[in-house]
């Protein structure tokens, strides 16, 4: 009896803990961020991570969601599928019931499909996923689902728009194709070979490259059949330590070719791109970057920086979380399903300027996209990146309606 009365005495106390603590999470919104914070993708997901956290702290100082806080659980999934499911369990367990992602897309379907079939065998506890960055585009094709929402343009929208422009370089005359062995690193190929050779049908393809998601440490051997190749222009959509390590693999192998990226703007990125010397011969496509002259995201970006040491990779995440707070407004509820209802052909004024929308039918998000060069600055461009005093310059924008391509979703709606 008296060990019963011990241990009933301890409890107590947790139990208090625990009831305080589920009072306080109904003040609270948490969304989960599921990405890497260890391992070979660590450096854009801690990035990835600040940045939401920044949100968050906007979003709160302006009453939060609905009144209540916002909060970020961070859980790293070491850019793995089977633990980012992992971690999607424990972060439901916690209450979470939204969940953003954005590194991977093998993560991104893993994800997608888990949740679907969490919903289905758990309705009145649905979560949703907001996708930042995985832009596979089977995830609003193929395998749509009502609860999924990509802010990210997928990769063949940007294929279309890079190769839009590259039709007219007439300096193009050899490519090589280098990226991850993945399902997004092979759509990237098979995309660019086909688009390149129904546009620009001269245009010789002399290389062919797929090699390990982050874990190649050193790229000289790629970088050496690079230039064996005779190639004048690379096209990439390395991200993260793989499009870093190939860019200093090849400045130190003195390669001078023209690149088209989809990443090198990410952590490490402009660094090795100083170091190669090409000065406007690096180009990436994306949702927006810092010199484009716009007031409202240069005084964020001014902000963001003066408590970052890094700009502001993901102009889509700020479409993101200020889509979700508009869509829990404009339904009155935090409920998922509500708030799915309420983003479906929603409409806002991007972080970059111009329209965006939210497309019904697939769950793709649709805004201007930008082709820019890194290199020198000029006067009209004040920001730049990783100290290397070096910044983005727009190339090319390409506005909403020509980003639109179709889709074969069939959603299945609750």
Not at 37 to 57: D, R
Not at 176 to 181: E, G, V
Request: charged fraction near 25%.
């Amino acid at each position: 009896m008296r060990r019963f009365v011990v241990a009933a005495a301890l409890a107590l106390p947790m139990l208090g803990q625990a009831a305080m603590a589920e009072d306080a999470g109904k003040d609270t919104v948490k969304i989960g961020y599921i990405d890497p914070l260890s391992g070979g993708g660590a450096s854009v997901g801690e990035g990835g991570l600040k940045t939401f956290q920044y949100l968050a702290e906007e979003l709160n100082a302006k009453g939060g969601v609905l009144g209540k806080k916002v909060e970020i659980v961070p859980l790293d999934n070491k850019t793995n599928p089977q633990e980012s499911l992992i971690q999607a369990q424990k972060a439901i367990d916690a209450g979470v019931r939204y969940v953003t992602q954005g590194n991977g897309s093998a993560v991104g379907g893993a994800l997608s499909d888990f949740i679907t079939k969490y919903n289905e065998r758990n309705p009145g506890k649905e979560v949703l996923y907001f996708n930042y960055a995985a832009v596979d585009p089977i995830l609003t094709n193929a395998k749509c689902s009502f609860w999924h929402f990509r802010w990210d343009a997928n990769s063949d929208i940007k294929m279309e728009a890079l190769t839009n422009y590259m039709k007219g370089m007439p300096d193009i005359k050899k490519v090589y194709l280098i990226n991850q062995d993945y399902s997004f690193g092979q759509s990237v190929r098979s995309q660019a070979k086909a688009m390149l050779a129904a546009k620009r049908p001269d245009i010789a393809i002399v290389g062919d490259e797929l090699h390990p998601l982050l874990k190649i440490s050193d790229f000289a051997p790629y970088v050496a059949k690079i230039k064996a190749s005779g190639a004048d222009t690379v096209v990439s959509g390395n991200w993260g330590q793989d499009i870093a390590l190939l860019l200093k693999a090849s400045a130190d192998a003195g390669l001078k070719v023209n690149w088209y990226t989809y990443y090198a703007g990410g952590s490490g990125g402009p660094t090795a791109i100083k170091q190669t010397g090409l000065n406007h011969q690096v180009f990436q496509i994306t949702e927006g970057f810092a010199n484009i002259d716009h007031k409202a995201s240069q005084d964020f970006e001014k902000a963001f920086r003066a408590k970052y040491d890094f700009g502001v990779w993901y102009p889509r995440a700020v479409n993101e979380m200020r889509m979700f707070a508009a869509a829990a407004e404009q339904a009155k509820s935090l409920e998922p399903v509500k708030v799915a209802q309420a983003l479906e052909d929603m409409k806002i004024d991007v972080f970059n300027g111009g329209d965006g929308t939210m497309r019904k039918d697939d769950h793709q998000f649709f805004q201007p996209i930008y082709i820019s060069s890194f290199g020198e600055r000029s006067e009209k461009e004040p920001f730049d990146e990783e100290k290397t005093g070096w910044g983005w310059r727009l190339v090319a924008k390409i506005d909403t309606p020509a980003t639109v391509l179709p889709t074969t979703c069939k959603m299945e709606r609750p």
